[in-house]
């Protein structure tokens, strides 16, 4: 298991290119299923989580093609004959997106079988809305051994209110809707970009939306859709992550090809701390010299402030003079990172959703676990700042949705290094040398 050795202190400099946002690459990966022509998808991030829905999709049928070279991040895929409209268990319990196929498998194949992520029962957390959604789509559903089982003939238009903002919820419901007979009204929707990214690639198939990007989308259904060619959004979650980090190092860093409207809410809560950013059309500068202050800071859907950045924001608030309260207020139990951060010598008090963080703190290294991606995020950041070399284990977190972070780090100066197995595999049988 590969771990990060990073050595805390240098302020970071230069330029930070982003790459292609997985949570905009996933739902496009997933729309290819709608069609039986070819989807060329560009800007995808090379991420664990991009190779685990390329592994899924071609488990059914799917000829996805990874682009190599200067194409490398160049995806086609084409879905003409689908042999298994099913996710099998050993792909969603490794990613949760992987539930993104459900409405489009249903809409095509008039049939998906998708296992339930690991622990989780209808009803519960975290598919229920899907679930309901595509119910109100005419899809008889049932649950046979851990897979939730999806049939119709054809789905038709329906009305769907979400009980709560869900992301890939929309996104799955969206899709479906495509190819339902008659129109779709979907209220309390998803306003993320990643859904406004979907909208326009399933447009350029041939699918007739309205609204998407605001909380009411309308989709009228049609008989089929086509081939298109997509260029994925860039990632705002990594580009957050880079500018926090520019800002703790107290660093001077232009984080390129990014959409600066997509991180309002964390540029300006950065603001408001104290950090100075300056912004044009692709690219965001962050000038982290000076003391910080402390502010507030709640998660909200978009466009409020990202959960997906909380973990990080907190690590940022631990060089803050005084106590910032974070409130988490979309997942339940998101604070994995704080008795890390503690080990590193923080000062962070959870009740239930909130957490405060009392600052400044003079940082120093340990050896740390990473429990999710965000969270090993923020130990990255935090192991910037400490005194002395900080050992970040299980960073396969980290790898499903950071594109070669490292690389991208110590392109701006900063001392990390990955580290592998110590010792070569032991081989069961002896090895002959010739
Ligand atoms: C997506 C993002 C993830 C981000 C999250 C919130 C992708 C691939 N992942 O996850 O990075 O952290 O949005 O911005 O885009 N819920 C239910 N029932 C459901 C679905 C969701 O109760 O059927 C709850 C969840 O438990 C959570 C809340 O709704 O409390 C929001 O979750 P949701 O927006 O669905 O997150 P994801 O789409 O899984």
Redesign the pocket.
């Known amino acids: 298991m590969d771990k990060f050795v990073i050595r805390g202190g240098n302020p970071l400099l230069g330029t930070i290119r982003i790459s292609g946002a997985k949570?905009a690459a996933?739902p496009a990966m997933a729309a290819a299923l709608l069609t039986d022509e070819q989807v060329i998808l560009e800007n995808i991030p090379q991420v664990r989580d991009i190779e685990t829905e390329r592994r899924l999709l071609a488990s059914m049928g799917a000829e996805v093609e990874l682009g190599y070279g200067r194409a490398q991040h160049r995806t086609t895929i084409r879905c003409a004959h689908l042999v298994a409209p099913e996710a099998a268990y050993e792909l969603v319990k490794t990613m949760?997106?992987s539930t993104l196929v459900l409405g489009p498998l249903v809409a095509r194949c008039g049939m998906a079988r998708v296992s339930l992520p690991g622990g989780c029962a209808i009803g519960a957390?975290?598919?229920?809305?899907?679930i309901k959604g595509l119910e109100q789509l005419g899809a008889k559903i049932s649950q046979e051994h851990g897979y939730v089982v999806a049939r119709a003939d054809r789905l038709r238009g329906g009305h769907v209110v979400f009980d709560?903002?869900?992301?890939?919820?929309t996104e799955d419901l969206l899709m479906a809707a495509t190819l339902a007979d008659g129109e779709t009204l979907m209220e309390n929707c998803?306003r993320?970009p990643?859904v406004g990214d979907l909208a326009s690639l399933l447009i350029k198939m041939g699918a007739n939306i309205e609204g998407a990007g605001t909380s009411t989308i309308r989709v009228k259904g049609v008989q089929r859709l086509h081939g298109a060619r997509h260029r994925i959004i860039p990632d705002r979650i990594e580009a957050g992550t880079f500018i926090v980090a520019a800002a703790m190092t107290g660093g001077d860093v232009n984080v390129t090809g990014c959409d600066p409207e997509h991180l309002a809410a964390l540029l300006n809560k950065l603001q408001e701390v104290g950090v100075k950013v300056r912004h044009n059309g692709e690219s965001v500068r962050v000038m982290g010299d000076g003391e910080f202050k402390p502010s507030d800071m709640s998660t909200e859907?978009y466009p409020g402030f990202?959960?997906?950045m909380q973990a990080q924001y907190m690590a940022l608030a631990t060089q803050a003079e005084g106590a910032s309260v974070i409130t988490e207020n979309?997942?339940?139990n998101r604070f994995m990172h704080a008795q890390e951060l503690v080990r590193m010598g923080a000062n962070i008090k959870i009740e239930g959703r909130r957490a405060t963080v009392r600052g400044k703190t003079q940082l120093s290294a340990a050896a740390v676990l990473a429990s999710d991606l965000r969270a090993s995020a923020s130990l990255v950041l935090a192991a910037l700042v400490a005194q002395g070399e900080t050992i970040v284990d299980r960073v396969y977190h980290i790898d499903r949705g950071y594109e070669h972070i490292e690389e991208k780090l110590r392109g701006v100066g900063a001392e990390i290094k990955r580290i592998g197995e110590m010792f070569p595999k032991r081989l069961s049988t002896p090895a002959v040398l010739v």
């Open positions: 949570n996933l949760r997106a957390r975290p598919i229920d809305l899907h709560k903002i869900t992301v890939t919820g998803a993320e990643e859907e990202p959960t997906d979309i997942f339940e």
